[in-house]
């Protein structure tokens, strides 16, 4: 990949990743205006589902707003740009993601996260075994990922 | 696998990061490759053979390959 095209690849990531947090806090902010909060936090279920799922999305939130940093930082500077595109497209590093399953288990993990937060509204345990699944997997994942790296 | 990277770069006084950013990777990647960890592919052995102006044989060493009798020689 030239470093042309991967300048235009992370323009488009970044215009993504702007929607996304502008969608979250048009969201946040029609949230706390209209009183829903304080609404579902008397109920105890509604209130901890409403508190987990916001909780995760103001994390992905925090990972976006960094990244998008990261990547504003990268267009400015040629030999940071560079050094980007050489860490995206490190064979090492797509090779240790191979070997310890990143590609299929973040995805996987996310919709199973996303699944346990739908089904917070309807059964406790359900959703709760979802997460730790997925929280499982992901530590499965950074620990195999962590034995790759040291061994190549 | 053993390789002349650290020799070469000693010559042409260049770092891990340095050469890693001419040849498209990173610098965890080249130490990886000069501690014999990690064997590069084709194309990142020709790339720094190509950076280095040799053929890949005067940067890698490939004696430790054991090859088949049933060549085409």
New interface residues.
Partial sequence: MTIEEFKIKIKIRKAALSIFLFIYAAINIILRISGVYEKISNDFEKGFASSFSLGMLLGLAAACVIYVFKINCALKDE?KL??L???E?????AMIKTKCGAYVILPMSLIITAAGITSLCLNQTVSITLICTAVFQLTTCCILKLYYSK?? | MKTRIPELRKKYRLSQEALALEVGTTRQTITSIEVGKYTASLPLAYKLAHYFGLSIEEVFDFSDISFSENNFK
Avoid at chain 1, 89 to 93: A, K, L, S
């Fill in positions: 030999k560079k050094e595109c050489n860490y497209n490190d064979e090492r590093r061994k190549y």
